[in-house]
């Protein structure tokens, strides 16, 4: 599975961005895709994701009511829309898919990646 993701840059606080992964090389129905990111000095940290179903969808404390996670299977696109963004915010992100069950979205190792894209957030 590859995985390309797009759709960072520059923007002011308060700002929206929209990130989107394009998948190709597997069976794009049947993957989970999150999201993480990883700012300087930090640890990546998973933002969100959403099982192969899309019906079941996870999403850290801090990005809670400002970031969406949507997939679409004609497309074989997975998509994070940034609102509200903060300063810290800021980070390289990346996307990933896995095999498995909804349960385990947040937790485990994901086994595709693709590159990252930065988002920077000034304030």
């Known amino acids: 599975v590859q995985l390309q993701a797009s759709g960072g840059g520059l923007v002011q606080a308060g700002g929206s961005l929209r990130l989107s992964c394009a998948a190709s090389?597997?069976?794009?129905?049947?993957?989970?895709m999150g999201w993480f990111r990883q700012a300087p000095g930090k640890e990546r940290e998973l933002v969100t994701a959403i099982s192969w179903s899309g019906i079941t969808i996870y999403y850290a404390d801090s990005v809670k009511g400002r970031f969406t996670i949507s997939r679409d299977s004609a497309k074989n696109t997975v998509y994070l829309q940034m609102n509200s963004l903060i300063p810290e915010d800021t980070a390289v992100y990346y996307c990933?898919?896995?095999?498995?069950?909804?349960?385990?979205?947040?937790?485990?190792?994901?086994?595709?990646w693709g590159q990252g894209t930065q988002v920077t957030v000034s304030s």
């Open positions: 990933a898919s896995k095999q498995g069950p909804a349960s385990t979205l947040a937790v485990g190792r994901y086994d595709y």
């Open positions: 090389g597997g069976t794009f129905r049947s993957y989970n």
